[in-house]
């Protein structure tokens, strides 16, 4: 049994973890939820440093910093805590390690994103401005011009000031904690420290934070012990991984040879070097067809979000997908283990890759892995990790049930009903952004919809039923959904 220390409390920072530990014949220790903070209150970080004390003998410890130091992933994007209190609540990490020298200790930080918590219909604004303003300061930077120069200085005067002082407060702030954690991990604080870049562009404040860290990584030597790539909440899924060592090698099917070059949205590298970074981090390595443990067939990365693509940009991909979707099934009916990897979007699934793997019979359900939810690194982690944990406890039941969740997640809720139930939210006359508790009617026509589809993918897919079907919202907002399925 391993301990963990989440980044939140929402299902891919909890459940997920869990899950794919009990896929791999392992289990995990976390906190009592309530401990853990919900949205804008952050966690108990001074609880959770008794909690740490006070684990029993466990195989290793999966540790965010963001949630030791803050309180959570939205925390860390405020000013509530000084850098003083953040790094003498850090200090347990020491102590803990001090106490337990034998005890692999795997920590994950996150570095600031470009923008702001939307918490509220009055954030938008800010969001969107505070974004760009920080890639433009990196762009004026880097190609200065009296012209980009301008933009920068327009987009500036129109946030207030009290926002752009609480958010580089917390960037200077937090960005003195990583380089801390750098030092940390050469001085054997730490086994393994993973940084992952939130959401961001190409250029923006965070390539300065960059290359200041992994400079700092090769001063102090520890570049074997270090990763730094885009994602945040697939972090402990990486690192879960990673402990397991199980040296699980992958082969790469591409729908697109030249998408896999394409930067994903939120993603500020070409994704084939984002993906190689993700597959070292875990412990994976790159292979062919012969030595794979697992074929990866990867949706490569369209720009733009589903919602905007044209009818003609559908059309000229079809028939490369079908071809290729061919190619997959071939695979499979062959005896490959094959997991897919669907990034082509941000924030779910690609419908017309799903709705051709749906016509093309029982593809779905002999799947060892799926994911298309939120950022591009976050499928990746998640898909890497469920692919661990398979090759070390099998493709049993657990795993064709979350396999089944995330269709259910990652496909139906994401990529089609979240934007029905967020029509919705605004029509009853709410925010989905920030529900505040009232959203128990659009969390009962979630789960009415979900139970519609979730009975009709089982049975055309899996040959199953559905039996205890949750459906919630843990946030009171719709960017997220937790679902349990049971397939009988």
Known sequence: MLALLPLDN?????????????????????PPVALLGQFNQPGASETLRAWLDNLPD???????????AYGGLVASRKTNTDLPTALSRLQTLREWRQSRPQTPVYAFNILMRLAITMDSDAAVPHYYNVMRWARLMGEAKRFPSPEKEAERDEVRAQIPDEIIEQYCGARARNHAVNLQMVDWL???????????????????????????????VKQRAVENKFALHPGADEAALTLLARHWDEDVAFSIHWSSETGKRNIAVFEDVPYEDALHSHIGAMGGRISDDSEADVQLWVNAPISGSQKDESHAEKLARVDELKTWVASLKNAIDSGAQVALCDVAFPNGADNLLMDELRVQGDILNRLVAFGGWNTAGNTT???????????????????????????????????NLRAELEETARARGFSPLNMNGQGTQIE????????????????????ANVRDLRVNLPWSRTFEVQVGAKLV
């Open 10 to 30: 929402r299902p891919c920072n909890l459940q997920f973890p869990a899950q794919i530990a009990a896929i791999g014949d392992d289990a995990i220790m976390a």
């Open 58 to 68: 466990v195989s290793a410890l999966i540790v965010s910093v963001d949630m030791l």
């Open 186 to 216: 050469a001085d054997g604080t730490f086994d393994y420290l993973l940084i992952t870049q939130e959401d961001c562009t190409e250029f923006g404040l965070h390539r300065a934070e960059q290359d200041e860290i992994t400079e700092r």
């Open 381 to 415: 982690g998640t898909v890497l990790a469920q692919c661990a944990a398979v090759k070390r406890g099998g493709a049993g039941e657990l795993n064709r049930q979350f396999v089944f969740e995330r269709l259910l997640d990652d496909w139906y809720y994401q990529a």
């Open 444 to 463: 009962a026509l979630a789960r009415a919809s979900m139970e519609t589809f979730a009975s009709e993918l089982a049975r055309e897919q899996f040959g």
